[in-house]
């Protein structure tokens, strides 16, 4: 199927860090995505990761793939509140034209 | 300089109307697209033009219609609206190449009362 399962919220603390996970069905997704979606707005991609790595930093952001269990997960480093959004994960379907399917997207709280 | 836009934000309109969404990208890229947001903020692709070709068509009612007049242009025609296309619709667009993710304009918001 095209499932791709996120939680659907996390409530964090300011300063701390925030770890959103992502499971995807395609295993041959050759990239992986992370998108962000502030209220009212469309969605900001914020990093991906080619499906031959295991991690990639971008400043406060970590991403780490675990191929063979098909998960994913974002890290965002000392949580601002100005982090406070949806973030969607999303793998791309190389077979299907390119499309990106999404999951349900992880709402993400960041109280002072 | 917005990279994706969409006309109109917002469109309130009565069932049964026929309405159209507009999308224009600066950016070059040679793919468009079009997702439906529904109320639980899950994102479903609707359509996609590779160069004015029709390259991905969901599941969709035949009342959605999409039409690409050119590859920086990709617009929705919807005839005979339901409550159940109350939605943000959203275009996006990306170049061939494999690593690029989309780059979305930032949404329609449609109810249909």
Redesign the interface.
């Known amino acids: 199927g095209e499932d791709v399962e996120q939680s659907l919220f996390l409530s964090v603390r300011e300063g701390d860090s925030s770890v959103i996970n992502c499971t995807y069905t395609d295993s041959s997704s050759t990239y992986l995505y992370w998108y962000k979606q502030e209220p009212g707005a469309g969605l900001q991609l914020l990093t991906y990761i080619f499906s031959n790595m295991d991690m990639k930093q971008d400043q406060r952001l970590t991403v780490l793939l675990n191929k063979k269990d098909k998960h994913l997960s974002l890290r965002i480093a000392d949580t601002q509140t100005g982090d406070s959004a949806i973030y969607f994960c999303a793998e791309k379907w190389d077979n299907q034209g390119g499309k990106l399917i999404f999951g349900q997207g992880t709402e993400l709280s960041v109280k002072p | 300089d917005t990279a994706?836009s969409q006309t109109p934000k917002y469109l309130v309109t009565q069932m049964g109307n026929d309405k159209s969404i507009k999308c224009e990208q600066n950016l070059g890229h040679d793919?468009m697209?079009w997702y439906k947001q529904d109320s639980?903020?899950?994102?479903?692709?609707m359509f996609?033009y590779?160069n004015k070709e029709l390259?991905?068509n969901e599941t969709v009612p035949n009342r959605f219609s999409p039409k690409s007049p050119d590859k920086a242009h990709l617009n929705l025609h919807i005839n005979s609206l339901e409550l159940g296309d109350s939605a943000v619709y959203?275009c996006?667009s990306?170049p061939m190449s494999?690593?690029y993710?989309?780059?979305?304009?930032?949404?329609t918001r449609l109810t249909v009362v």
Request: charged share 15%.
């Open positions: 994706v793919t697209y639980k903020k899950f994102l479903k692709i996609s590779n390259i991905i959203f996006a990306s494999r690593n993710g989309y780059t979305f304009g930032s949404g």
